[in-house]
Every structure is written in C-alpha cells, then in structure tokens.
C-alpha cells in the first residue's frame, strides 16, 4: 500500500539552528500538508502546498516556518531558527485531488526536540 | 480556529466492551472525520461522514452526526487490545480547506 515517508524520523538540534524536515508524499497525490503534535497535545494543521504555491496556513506558520517541493518527489518543511517551544512530533501528509473528500494519508512523523 | 472537541478525554474498557467517543464543534462543516493514532505513529483515517448524512458503519466502527448539535459520535463494537489508541475527530469546513483536529480521546482496552 501506498505511503508517505518522513525524514529524519528524530532529530536534536540547539535552538536557533536550521532544520529541515522531509516528506515522500505519495506519488499521484497532489496536495500536501504539514501538522505539529506537540507531545500530549492535539494535532495542529501548519500549512498546505498545491500547485508549488501554500495554498492555506495556519498562525502557527510564521515567517521561521517555510516549505518547498524541491523535485518531483520531495516536500520539505524548514524551521529557520529553532526555538525549545518548535519541540514536537511533525507529520506531513497529502491527499489526491479535489474530487476526494480531504482524506489524508499520513506519514509516521519526524520528532523534533530542541535544546 | 475551528476544532473538534473530544469527549471522554480517555476511556478505558475491557475486551469485548463497546467504545463510545463524542465530538463536537463550531461551526457548519462539509464533512467530518475520524482518525485513529497508536502511540508515537502517525494518523490513520478511520471513516468519513458528510453534512447530509446522519451515520455510517465500517466494519465495527459506527458515527453518527448531528448537524444540529454540532455533534458526532464514534461508537466501537465488541472493542479489542488492539483497539489502544487515541482517536481524533477532524473536521472540513470547507470542500478543499484543510482538516482541523480535535484534542482526541485515548483508548485503552484491557483484556
């Protein structure tokens, strides 16, 4: 069955670092979306991506956050300047087209911690 | 932001049990949706339900939607050890607009 790869699947970094995060969605899918889980916490919509532009976002998504399809294949996140509160669980997931009904395939997650 | 609002906040049951989770939201949505997480994994959908629709079965899974309370349920039959998980409900205002989570409901079935 068709899947959407996240990596790294763990990542420490010191605050104030750059970090990127990457996705594999799957391949006919069209729309692509990152979400935080801070840990305990509810499941928090970042952005989404289609047609190489951010086609929504969230308050969250501030100007540290920023994504980008580099190919044909990946989808990055990328947090300019890591701060401890940026520690989370991060999942990327995408969907097909408009004549879906915004189901999500999800990938495992990329944990985040900041020191 | 529009969200879900999980009720219990956990629930525990013995095998065989069934598993009621509520959820409830704002305001007016194009459909809403369930999905499970086991513990450290991603999300998996569950089961989906439009506007105009009222319940819907998927194997042991049922959901009901009561547009007028804003409200939907999550029923699981004759629950199992494998059942442990934390269920979301997520919602669509709008046909494209992203899904926006609840805080979920954590699942723990003791067998």
């Known amino acids: 069955e068709p899947e959407v790869t996240q990596t790294p699947s763990h990542q420490v970094t010191q605050m104030g670092q750059e970090v990127i995060l990457r996705c594999v969605p799957i391949?006919?899918?069209?729309?692509f979306y990152w979400y935080r889980q801070i840990l305990g916490q509810k499941v928090e919509f970042l952005v989404s991506?289609?047609?190489?532009?951010?086609?929504?976002k969230s308050e969250i998504f501030d100007d540290q956050f920023s994504v980008e399809r580099p190919d044909g294949s990946n989808f990055t996140l990328k947090i300019r300047s890591t701060k401890l509160e940026d520690s989370a669980m991060y999942f990327c997931?995408?969907?097909?087209?408009?004549?879906?009904?915004?189901?999500?395939?999800f990938g495992a997650g990329s944990r985040l911690t900041v020191l | 932001s529009q969200q879900g609002e999980e009720d219990p906040q956990a629930l525990s049951i013995q095998e065989g049990e069934n598993a009621t989770m509520n959820c409830s939201y704002k305001?007016?949505?194009?459909?809403l949706q369930w999905y499970r997480q086991n513990s450290g994994r991603g999300l998996v959908h569950l089961i989906l339900?439009?506007?105009?629709?009222r319940e819907k079965h998927s194997g042991r899974l049922r959901v009901t939607l009561d547009t007028s309370k804003k409200s939907s349920s999550l029923l699981i039959t004759a629950s199992r050890a494998a059942d442990t998980a934390s269920y979301f409900c997520?919602?669509?205002?709008?046909?494209?607009?992203?899904?926006?989570f609840g805080k979920g409901t954590t699942l723990s079935v003791s067998s």
């Open positions: 997931a995408s969907r097909q087209g408009m004549a879906g009904a915004n189901v999500l395939t």
């Open positions: 391949s006919n899918h069209l729309y």
């Open positions: 991506f289609y047609n190489n532009e951010i086609s929504e």
């Open positions: 305001t007016s949505i194009n459909n």
């Open positions: 339900i439009r506007s105009n629709e």
């Open positions: 997520a919602t669509v205002l709008q046909a494209g607009t992203a899904l926006i």
